[in-house]
Every structure is written in structure tokens, then in C-alpha cells.
């Protein structure tokens, strides 16, 4: 009797997260929001489904929308033509990242230090870190003296930077975040921060523990060093493969959408599946984070990092919103002619 009713309230929470999706879905193509209970209904069938939930919702996003006809890479990063994103596209969907050849210029990488060390950024507090400041509290980040394990950029101020635009224009990134998502990339959660030696103990609210993201449906994150990142100074982290439909096994998805400690992730990957990024400022790596991933915690020094993340859809996570408040003549051009593509930083009806 205890089986059949454990059955039927299995049945009930399908059917009730199946109701929430679709009711949520309706909601977002009409205002362009997504109800909070159709965004913890995706993670809840992610996490019954191994992935594959979200990539029936991945083949409805091409049915419904096309590619758009990107600018053909011309070098930058070491992408020469469209079959060399291609390529790199494919070693994403085989590996979950792909580290590019080149780095970016110094001098990109010297004004985006100089404007990280001039802007004040939200100091986070870390987890169960009794601070009198309040909530939301900004400050300039001072190298000698950190206030916090981590400090966040305002999205409005990364935006504004014009390195930052350049980036968004970049054809190579386009190109290879296109083919990957096999729909028109759309421009979403940009963002930079800091990692310092506040403390040498991981913090969850630092994201340095494993975890996955479940920001969209599908989606492909740039991850920028802009400071050279050894062993000590805090490298990302990704587990090879974990980004594939099943590639989390069931126990450690049975724990939710939730920090997951080395002990539990290292019974169920090899050794050699655990990549530390230990590289040079300028470094950019795409990857799918939809893998397990972490920061380690920094003991020495610290390790500044820009997000570009590109998304098949904005159905998803909710985000505070931004715009771009200036805009460079390059990314006005393409602006208009791929409205589609930025179309999450723009300003209502513009």
C-alpha cells in the first residue's frame, strides 16, 4: 500500500511540475517573466531527468526560432573561420569546456584591472558571516586589505566598460556559442568579481564548493581571467563530462540544486576528469556549467574574473535588470543588426 501511494504522489508532483512549466512558458512568451515556480519546476525535472528535460526544451527553442546569420570569425581568440568554431563547439559538447588559444591583448586586460580596482563592487558576505555592514554594502577593492572572500560587480557598471562591449561584438565568441547552443545566442548574465584571500576556507556563498548552474534552459558561459591565476590564487574548476545528459549521477542530483562537497563529487569521477584552470591573465575559457564546477578558495593573492554567459532563451532564472547606458559605435551596430542577440540589455522598446 506504502508503494502504490508513494507511486501516486510521484504521479502528482510530475503532473503538478509538468502544469507549472507550461503555465510558466505561456507566461514568458506573453510579459517576458518567468514565474518563480516554473523556474524550481526546470530545476526539479532536471534533477529527476539527469538533463534530459532540458534538452526536449532545447530542441522546442530551435523549432520555434532560427539561427541568426553571424559575421564569420576573423582570428580573434585563434578562430580563424565558421568550421574552426564548429570544432570548438564540438569539443564542448564532448568535454563541457574548450580553453582558446589566445589570450586577450594586455592592454584589454590592464584597463579592465584598472577599472575593477577604481569601481566600487557589492561586498558579499560569506556564508553564516555575522557582518554589521548592511546588505548590499559597495566598496573599492583594496588588494591589501579585503573586506570579504568575494566582491560583485554591478552588471550596469561591466556593461558600460567599453572592453567589455568589444567582447560582446567578438564574432569568434558568437560564432562558437551559436553553434553550441544551436540557436541564436542571446547576450545574458554578464558579470565580474572578485576572489580574495579573506579567508582561506571555501565558502558556498563564494560558489567554492561543487555545483551546477541552472540559469536557462541551455547556455555557455566565457569565463576571463584577468589576473594570471597559479595554484594558490583561487583557479576555477570543472568536472570533465559532468555537463552531459546523465553525466550527474542520481544520488548527488537526489541533493537538489545544492553546494556539493569534494567528498561526495570525487566517488563518482576519476581523478584525472578533475580540471584546474591554471592559467595566465587574459585566459578565456567556454565552458558549460551546467557541469559541476567551483572556485577554490584563494590563499594567496587573489583572482579577478569576467562572465560572458550567452543563452538559447531568457526563461529561467530571475536577474536584476540592466542596460547598457552608453553604447560603443561597433556595438550599435550590431546592435541593429542583431537586436535579438542583446536584447536582455536593451531599454523597454527601444
Not at 572572500?149 to 558568437?174: C, E, H, K, M, N
Not at 558579470?191 to 563564494?206: K, N, R, V
Not at 584577468?226 to 563530462?241: A, M, Q, S
Not at 542520481?250 to 561526495?264: Q, V
Request: net charge positive; proline share 6%.
Amino acid at each position: 500500500m506504502s508503494t502504490i501511494l508513494g507511486m501516486l504522489r510521484e504521479v502528482r508532483v510530475f503532473v503538478r511540475d509538468v502544469v507549472a512549466l507550461c503555465a510558466g512558458a505561456m507566461s514568458h512568451a506573453a510579459h517576458g517573466n518567468t514565474p518563480a515556480y516554473a523556474y524550481q519546476a526546470m530545476i526539479r525535472f532536471f534533477c529527476r531527468t539527469g538533463g534530459r528535460s532540458n534538452d526536449v526544451m532545447t530542441r522546442l527553442v530551435r523549432i520555434s526560432g532560427r539561427s541568426v546569420s553571424l559575421p564569420a570569425p576573423r582570428g580573434g581568440l585563434g578562430v580563424s573561420s565558421a568550421e574552426r568554431a564548429n570544432r570548438i563547439a564540438d569539443c564542448i559538447r564532448r568535454d563541457g569546456y574548450f580553453v582558446f588559444e589566445q589570450t586577450l591583448a594586455k592592454d584589454v586586460c590592464d584597463r579592465l584591472l584598472q577599472f575593477a580596482l577604481s569601481t566600487p563592487a557589492r561586498v558579499r558576505p560569506m556564508k553564516g558571516e555575522d557582518r554589521k555592514d548592511p546588505p548590499g554594502e559597495r566598496a573599492v577593492y583594496e588588494r591589501r586589505n579585503p573586506l570579504a572572500v568575494r566582491y560583485d560587480f554591478d552588471t550596469g557598471d561591466v556593461l558600460s566598460a567599453p572592453d567589455v562591449q568589444a567582447l560582446l561584438t567578438s564574432a569568434s565568441i558568437l560564432r562558437v556559442a551559436q553553434d553550441y547552443l544551436g540557436s541564436t545566442p542571446i547576450a545574458d548574465v554578464i558579470s565580474m568579481w572578485w576572489h580574495t584571500g579573506y579567508s582561506d576556507q571555501p565558502d558556498e556563498e563564494a560558489a567554492q564548493f561543487f555545483h551546477f548552474d541552472m540559469d536557462r534552459i541551455k547556455w555557455l558561459k566565457f569565463f576571463i581571467y584577468l589576473t594570471d591565476v597559479g595554484p594558490d590564487n583561487g583557479p576555477h574548476c570543472f568536472v570533465r563530462g559532468s555537463h552531459r545528459t546523465g553525466g550527474i549521477p542520481p544520488s548527488l542530483l537526489a541533493k537538489g540544486y545544492s553546494r556539493l562537497s569534494d567528498e561526495d563529487v570525487s566517488k563518482h569521477y576519476a581523478k584525472e576528469d578533475f580540471i584546474e584552470f591554471v592559467a595566465p591573465r587574459g585566459t578565456v575559457i567556454a565552458e558549460d556549467t551546467r557541469g559541476l564546477h567551483k572556485g577554490l578558495a584563494v590563499c594567496k593573492g587573489d583572482r579577478l574574473m569576467l562572465q560572458l554567459q550567452f543563452s538559447n532563451s531568457l526563461f529561467g532564472g530571475a536577474y536584476p535588470p540592466a542596460t547598457f547606458r552608453s553604447m560603443s559605435a561597433p556595438l550599435r551596430d550590431m546592435v541593429r543588426a542583431y537586436p535579438s542577440v542583446y536584447s536582455n540589455y536593451l531599454e523597454h522598446g527601444r
